[in-house]
């Protein structure tokens, strides 16, 4: 059977992969460890719960408006008038089947075959695909040092006639960097100047630590937010990574566009989904701030153990449950081969860094447990003094 072209170019999610290839270890009897998926272990919480049986004893399980319900697009933006001080009307919200389609579709919006998109290296698996989906060229800028975060300088060395747009992401998969706000404020500048589009990914926007404080863009330069699209959802704060709820606020003519695009992609968001996020918007406050937490207490833990191990090099987070390790000082530099050696040998489940523009990297998640991150430090201990 002849496959399209484009099929044959796409790579597949290297998290996903990992992911997978730890679960069938794992079912066939091996003691594995899995750091690879970005997904919280805690559940749900209760009033997303809560709302969600309500809603199926209401019989809402039909078809919604294709771009949500507006019980969800008012509750999102109460959310950003109450969390950020942006006004956005439910004419400016869509409700997505997760915020990876979210992504996919606004970029079918944005990008012509041949645009160049502008990415932050190290940065999320899934963009340099999902330009190339769309007949652009992701444009890897590199970040400065062991804060892996752009500069002026790096991004003018990239910037051609054909840029169009950036990604940026903050709180950062896979870093766990935070963009302060004179990095914000050069990053918007950056796109005035040049007349370019800012997809800004805040999925992680909760989950910052420390000192360290997440900004929304346009709390440091309004005046760009006809050419900003905020990408969110409910997966990362609220543990819901299983109801697959994105959401995006923008312009109203991009907003219309990327509506256009799903209702013939996958149409609405699950309906009991987009009740049960309303719940959890509403009334899980308290759920956020205590998992934040805790997230904060595995983050210490965890760089305090790999800090420990010699020859690699790791970098506090900030934000995120991820900490991305330098491998290059260890025997195997390749972090492909680091990784495949780690599972194999000792069971433990870790993300290449290459998969994130970032060779000689690896990722783990510490959205597990503290027993499950002490003894996956350790066998990593292990298998780096082995080299």
Request: glycine share 8%; charged share 25%.
């Amino acid at each position: 059977m002849k496959l399209s072209q484009r099929a044959k170019n796409i790579a597949p999610s290297a998290t996903l992969t990992i992911a997978a290839k730890a679960k069938e270890l794992k079912a066939q009897g091996n003691p594995i460890l899995s750091f690879s998926a970005g997904e919280p272990d805690f559940t749900s919480p209760r009033a997303a719960c809560d709302a969600a049986i309500e809603a199926i004893k209401r019989g809402e399980t039909h078809y919604t408006a294709n771009s949500g319900i507006i019980e969800l697009k008012k509750a999102v933006s109460g959310y950003y008038k109450t969390r950020f001080g942006l006004d956005y009307p439910t004419s400016e919200i869509i409700v997505t089947s997760g915020a990876k389609p979210l992504l996919y579709e606004t970029l079918q919006v944005l990008v012509d075959p041949g645009d160049e998109v502008l990415l932050f290296a190290p940065a999320w698996v899934s963009y340099v695909e999902q330009i190339n989906l769309a007949g652009g060229l992701a444009v890897s800028v590199g970040t400065s040092g062991s804060a892996f975060v752009p500069t002026r300088d790096e991004i003018e060395k990239n910037i051609t006639s054909g840029t169009t747009g950036m990604i940026i992401n903050t709180p950062n998969n896979p870093t766990g960097a935070v963009y302060d706000e004179r990095t914000l404020r050069m990053l918007a500048n950056v796109a005035l100047e040049r007349g370019l589009w800012i997809i800004f990914d805040e999925i992680y926007e909760r989950l910052v630590y420390g000192e360290a404080k997440h900004t929304n863009i346009l709390n440091v330069a309004p005046e760009i937010r006809d050419r900003v699209i905020l990408a969110n959802g409910v997966s990362k704060a609220y543990c819901m990574t299983g109801w697959r709820i994105g959401y995006a606020l923008g312009p109203r003519e991009v907003i219309m566009k990327v509506d256009d695009i799903q209702s013939h992609l996958t149409s609405n968001a699950s309906s009991i989904a987009q009740w049960a996020s309303v719940g959890a918007i509403n009334g899980a406050e308290a759920d956020v701030e205590r998992r934040r937490g805790e997230f904060e207490k595995r983050r210490d833990l965890i760089y305090g153990l790999v800090s420990g191990i010699d020859s690699l090099h790791i970098q506090k987070p900030e934000g995120a449950f991820y900490v991305f390790i330098d491998v290059r000082d260890t025997p195997i530099s390749d972090d492909i081969e680091f990784c495949q050696r780690l599972l194999e040998e000792r069971h433990v489940a870790v993300v290449p860094g290459a998969a994130f523009l970032a060779p000689g990297f690896l990722r783990m998640s510490y959205a597990c447990s503290e027993a499950d991150i002490r003894e996956g430090v350790s066998r990593l201990r292990v298998f780096v003094d082995s080299l």
